[in-house]
């Protein structure tokens, strides 16, 4: 049945350690093409965003940042916050036209005026209680001399008002940096110039590669030769597990694993690390990363009875793989391509662009994600579209790669490239990859910074010095190498056959033990 | 009181039928009841034993088969964990971090270490005629049960999803046991071989000490399943042909290994018989379970609702339906099997194989798996 063959000609050693230019791309939501019209209750627009310009980084160490509990969602009663995130409010405040329009432009709904005016209060808030702390002190010293009874027992009663006052405005402050960080989060990240204004039709196309195949046959789509070829069973999986669920049989199962092992050795050779990741992570995680849990209509599994979620993307535990650390600049890039599960509710999604694999709640993806100098981000974003494109390019298929527009970007994304590719059975476009740069989105949430040289040639990963230079917050982007059930749709659709047989790419082959064509069975009697 | 009645005849029929369909009524719901608690109990009766199992607890269970001796080394040995380390292979710090512990990330050659298992396990397998599956890792929690686990159990190894009645799968054997669940197969079908792959989610609630070490049980992994459904009669002789597939597979990649006949304290509820084998894990100090094969007779498929319908003499039987030429349809059996479960595997591996140096030999089956990797040697020290 399946003969053993090579994989691939090299060698591992020569691959993860090679330097080279190194892309990702990621599939943040094959979702957002087509729904465009639930905007107002896509969850991609009210996920936690903030606003952040790129090349303007404030150290962490900057007292100006209140770092304080987020509350988890808005719309529910505040629970307990349970992590920190930075956020640069005087750049917010002195910006805030920019921020207004970048918010009107992607359609999102979070309240500029209401974090500026909590902002407000919150800067007054803190100088009386700074205030009431600096008289406290007063009190207090005074009361360390020889007093007069009187005056002490004058001071004394001074003493408890102050701090009765100051308990209640303390309780007050906390209360208002929460409200403050939870408003705040829902400010999406700031857009990259060259981004086109508008909706879903304003998406620029970048490049075309090829044209649509022409047949001079009538052609099946990827659900019938999946059928005519013993390659899926949808019923039985609806029967198991319930609909947009499936089996993969036979030759399927070989074109998944040779997608993946291709998928997995073409990016590795241009020098990125390879891994396979958890698929259920702390829901504090997802929410970092900019997806939200518990959000009405949202994409996330979560585990009953424990505060786990199952991951949507790679994208998700590769980014926590650093979070909370200090990495040194001589780090960066570091350069990831992470193989994992990916489950998805797709609640929300319904109509024709469900059938088949178009829309599944399960399956494979191999994904990019690269964490990088801030001065370097835009430069990585064009080398990871221009591996997807290599790579999407290489095994035939014909699609065009998008300049999103502002109304279609996630809240984490400063910029988005999306690749679509012909899928003549469905007749038009499908989404199967995508390229975000998120900037300091996430890794202000998760925590990642780094540690630019400075003259001292050994520097520490953590702890303070005097000749250190001040941490900053590294860059992060994402990308889909290769998303497995709508590549299998490209495959199939293009490159099926008159007879029924099926043709693989070359690039595949040595991934598939040499299968050249997946070719209609004997009839057997089942 | 179809015919024709007088008025007072009629009125007493009228009362009787009334008392009756009251009465009746009543059983009826105490029927149900019944059943009910019927079928809760008996459920709970495991599946009857082969003869030849030994009886007894963990000890009594028999050594069927031993491959090979424990690997002498002239060198002093690290387990697992050190190898993973030395060599950049895991991390389960950051794992848990991001997810809690006994999760981990796989790094550099490890990645091709399992992929390459998991390539070679089901090019093996589909080899000796078992079609290949991958299947839904999310299924409905009544598929869970009906295979013979509890989801809702105290201590379950159960994951359950929130807000439905859908569970993530333990092992391969639950969505490929429901692939066919509710049918009726064609006698001609059977044998039905499948080898599939999945990732697999335990909670590992009730399991503590220092067998939970690095790979050794995790909450994630990886793995191949062997799954028979076939005609009651010929599923002692599958399970033979089961076994000997694991010993094939583990042996071609040089382990030392023993099969075991596990002993009736130590079947599943599903199992008629199971055997077990357990790899020499020289880091570990010991041996380790790195696969089982059970024969579940009818038990599951009792459950999951499968039969066959033997072959009469019309040749043209249908699927469905009776016909008074059709044989009764009988549950067929199942049987399920390792194949390979990458996580221990690893182990076995990388501590078998070890060299002096700090590498690791990767056996030669596995190697064309592995785009020809040989070995995995220590790098050099990045400033990282």
């Not at chain 1, 600049?329 to 929300?348: I, W």
């Not at chain 2, 029929?13 to 059943?35: A, F, H, I, R, Y």
Request: hydrophobic content about 35%.
């Amino acid at each position: 049945m399946i003969s053993c063959g090579c994989f691939g000609g090299t060698t591992f050693h020569g691959l993860a350690l090679a330097p080279s230019i190194c892309r990702s791309t990621s599939m943040f939501s094959p979702l957002r093409t087509l729904t465009l019209t639930l905007a107002a209750t896509n969850p991609h627009h009210r996920l936690l965003r903030r606003v952040l310009f790129p090349t303007v980084v404030r150290a962490f160490s900057s007292t100006a940042l209140p770092t304080v509990p987020i509350t988890k969602q808005e719309g529910k009663a505040a629970a307990k916050p349970q992590w920190k995130t930075a956020i640069d409010f005087k750049w917010i405040r002195d910006n805030k036209d920019v921020v207004a329009a970048n918010i009107k432009n992607r359609n999102s709904n979070a309240n500029l005026d209401l974090v500026l005016e909590l902002y407000e209060k919150f800067l007054n808030l803190q100088k009386e209680v700074e205030w009431l702390r600096a008289e406290r002190n007063v009190v207090a010293n005074k009361m360390k001399g020889k007093l007069e009874p009187s005056v002490r027992q004058a001071l004394v009663e001074e003493g408890k008002n102050l701090k009765e006052g100051l308990v209640s405005l303390e309780e007050d402050l906390v209360q208002l940096t929460d409200q403050l960080q939870q408003e705040a989060q829902c400010l999406p990240n700031i857009t990259h110039p060259d981004v086109p204004i508008g909706g879903e039709d304003s998406s620029i196309i970048r490049k075309m590669v090829r044209s649509p195949r022409e047949f001079n046959f009538n052609i099946k789509d990827h659900l019938e030769l999946g059928k005519d070829l013993e390659l899926f069973d949808f019923d039985a999986a609806a029967e198991v597990s319930g609909s947009k669920f499936y089996y993969l049989k036979n030759e399927a199962v070989l074109l998944e694993m040779g997608l993946i092992n291709w998928a997995i050795a073409e990016v590795s050779k241009r020098g990125y690390i390879p891994l396979i990741t958890p698929e259920i992570v702390r829901s504090s995680v997802v929410e970092k990363c900019g997806f939200q849990p518990r959000g009405q209509n949202t994409q996330v599994y979560s585990i009953e009875n424990n505060d786990q979620c199952l991951i949507g993307t790679a994208e998700i535990p590769v980014g926590g793989i650093h979070m909370d650390s200090i990495l040194p600049e001589s780090a960066l890039p570091l350069k990831y391509v992470a193989y994992s599960h990916c489950f998805r509710t797709e609640a929300g999604a319904a109509g024709t662009a469900t059938r088949g694999l178009y829309r599944v709640h399960q399956f494979s993806k191999v994904e990019m994600f690269i964490f990088c100098r801030p001065e370097e981000s835009n430069l990585y974003h064009e080398e990871l579209i221009a591996i997807e494109e290599d790579l999407f390019s290489s095994l035939g298929l014909h699609f065009k790669t998008l300049d999103m527009a502002t109304g279609d970007l996630g809240a984490p994304a400063y910029r988005k490239f999306d690749v679509e590719a012909w899928m003549p059975g469905l007749g038009r476009y499908g989404e199967i990859s995508s390229a975000s740069n998120c900037t300091d989105y996430q890794s202000r949430r998760l925590g990642i910074r780094y540690r630019p040289s400075s003259d001292t040639p050994a520097t520490s990963k953590k702890g303070k010095g005097s000749n250190l230079a001040p941490t900053q917050f590294v860059h992060t982007l994402n990308a889909t190498a290769c998303a497995v059930p709508r590549m299998i749709i490209c495959l199939l659709e293009n490159f099926q056959q008159e007879d029924g047989a099926v043709v693989i790419p070359e690039p595949l082959r040595p991934y598939m033990g040499g299968l050249n064509v997946i070719s209609p069975k004997a009839k057997t009697s089942q | 009181m179809k015919g024709k009645l007088e008025p007072s005849v009629r009125q007493a029929l009228v009362e009787e039928g009334k008392n009756l369909k009251e009465g009746l009524v009543s059983l009826e719901e105490d029927l149900v009841q019944l059943t009910d608690q019927l079928q809760q109990e008996a459920q709970c009766l495991p599946n009857i034993t082969h003869p030849d199992v030994p009886i007894g607890g963990e000890d009594s269970s028999i050594i069927r088969k031993m491959v090979r001796s424990p690997r002498e080394f002239n060198f002093n040995i690290k387990d697992h964990l050190e190898l993973g380390k030395d060599l950049e292979l895991f991390d389960f710090d950051a794992a848990a971090e991001v997810s809690g512990s006994k999760f981990y990330y796989l790094k550099n050659e490890a990645v091709l270490l399992e992929m390459g298992l998991i390539n070679w396990a089901i090019a093996e397998v589909s080899k000796r005629g078992y079609i290949p599956l991958i299947t839904p890792e999310i299924v409905r929690s009544s598929v869970v049960e009906k295979c013979g686990f509890q989801p809702r159990g105290q201590n379950t190894q159960v994951y359950s999803i929130e807000n439905n009645d859908q569970c993530l799968i333990g092992t391969a054997e639950i969505p490929v046991g429901g692939i066919h669940m509710d049918s009726i197969l064609p006698e001609s079908a059977l044998p039905l071989k499948y080898v599939a792959y999945s990732h697999c989610f335990r909670t590992e609630a009730g399991a503590a000490g220092t067998a939970t070490r690095g790979l050794y049980r995790v909450h994630q992994f990886s793995k191949v399943e062997m799954f028979i459904f076939c005609r009651p009669e010929e599923s002692n002789l599958y399970h033979e042909e089961l076994i000997a597939i694991e010993e094939d597979l583990f042996s071609s990649l040089g382990l030392h290994f023993k099969t075991l006949d596990m002993a009736t304290g130590d079947l599943g509820a599903p199992a008629y018989r199971k055997f077990d084998v357990e790899a020499w894990m020289p880091g570990l100090g010991r041996y380790g379970e790195i696969s089982s094969a059970s024969n579940c007779t009818d038990y599951q498929s009792r459950r999951l609702g499968i039969r066959y319908r033997p072959s009469s003499d019309t040749p043209a039987t249908s699927k469905k339906g009776k016909g008074s030429n059709l044989a009764p349809t009988q549950f067929v059996h199942t049987l399920n099997a390792t194949a390979c479960a990458v996580p221990r595997m690893i182990i076995c591996l990388l501590e078998n194989f070890q060299q002096e140096d700090g590498a690791v030999v990767i056996p030669e089956p596995l190697r064309p798996y592995m785009g020809g990797l040989n070995v995995i040697s220590p790098k050099a020290k990045t400033s990282q």
